[in-house]
């Protein structure tokens, strides 16, 4: 299983960019998806994630009312799960990572907050957002 992120570059403050978490080796059947990010010279921090059925969407204080994560588990768009991000901050600056979570475990929608209990890591696109 391979996670790729892509999307990231450089913004103004106020823009919008949207990330993608892509897969390979499989689909995201059955998994949680979450977005981390990293910013310089701090700890990977929990962003978003997104359940598998989509009824769930945790996002961090942060980016709640800018960021929306969702899934089409459809069967040509189930391999890409995007974060759209709107009205950029300067704070926003960071590497972001997807993960996923094997949700099948659980009879009820379970999307995790600690970084820890995620499965498999994409290798992080980076986001810069200039004031």
């Known amino acids: 299983v391979q996670l790729q992120a892509s999307g990231g570059g450089l913004v103004q403050a106020g823009s919008s960019l949207r990330l993608d978490c892509g897969i390979s080796?499989?689909?995201?059947?059955?998994?949680?998806v979450a977005w981390f990010r990293r910013p310089l010279g701090k700890e990977r921090e929990f962003v978003a994630g997104?359940?598998?059925?989509?009824?769930?969407?945790?996002?961090?204080e942060s980016v709640k009312g800018r960021f929306t994560i969702s899934r089409d588990n459809s069967k040509n768009a189930a391999n890409t799960v995007p974060l759209h991000m709107n009205n950029l901050k300067p704070e926003d600056t960071a590497v972001y990572y997807c993960?996923?979570?094997?949700?099948?475990?659980?009879?009820?929608?379970?999307?995790?907050?600690?970084?820890?209990?995620?499965?498999?890591w994409g290798q992080g696109t980076l986001v810069t957002v200039s004031s």
């Open positions: 993960a996923i979570f094997d949700e099948s475990q659980y009879h009820s929608d379970y999307v995790p907050r600690e970084e820890g209990e995620y499965d498999y």
């Open positions: 997104i359940s598998w059925s989509g009824r769930l969407t945790p996002y961090a």
């Open positions: 080796g499989r689909t995201f059947s059955g998994f949680a």
